[in-house]
């Protein structure tokens, strides 16, 4: 049975006799597919839109001004960052 490290750059059959570099192919997938993307961009949209929504009904519940609401702004404009990136 193979027994991956933390790092995935090596490996060890369970007994402890082999040891060594992993190939390639036996690595698990790390970058993110088309799909996985496409996804991720979807579910940020919809959260910007969540945090707009519940942001205006804070500006008229608080006002502009009250630090809920300015966390409101702030979390809107780190998600748009990340629909930039």
Same mark, same amino acid.
């Given at each position: *049975? @193979?027994?991956? =490290?933390?790092?995935?750059?090596?490996?060890?059959?369970?007994? $402890?006799?082999?040891? $060594?570099? *992993?190939?390639?192919e036996d690595r698990p997938a790390i970058a993110m &597919?088309?799909?996985?993307?496409?996804?991720? &961009?979807?579910?940020?949209?919809? @959260?910007? =839109? /969540?945090?707009?929504?519940?942001? $205006?009904?804070?500006?008229?519940?608080? $006002?502009?001004?009250?630090?809920?609401?300015?966390?409101?702004?702030? *979390?809107? /404009?780190?998600?748009?960052?990340?629909?930039?990136?």
């Open positions: *049975m @193979l027994r991956l =490290s933390r790092t995935y750059d090596k490996f060890q059959v369970e007994g $402890g006799k082999e040891k $060594g570099k *992993m190939k390639e &597919t088309e799909q996985n993307r496409r996804y991720v &961009t979807k579910e940020i949209g919809k @959260l910007l =839109s /969540e945090i707009w929504r519940v942001k $205006g009904l804070a500006e008229q519940e608080y $006002g502009q001004q009250n630090p809920i609401t300015k966390k409101l702004a702030s *979390m809107h /404009e780190d998600a748009q960052k990340l629909l930039r990136d």
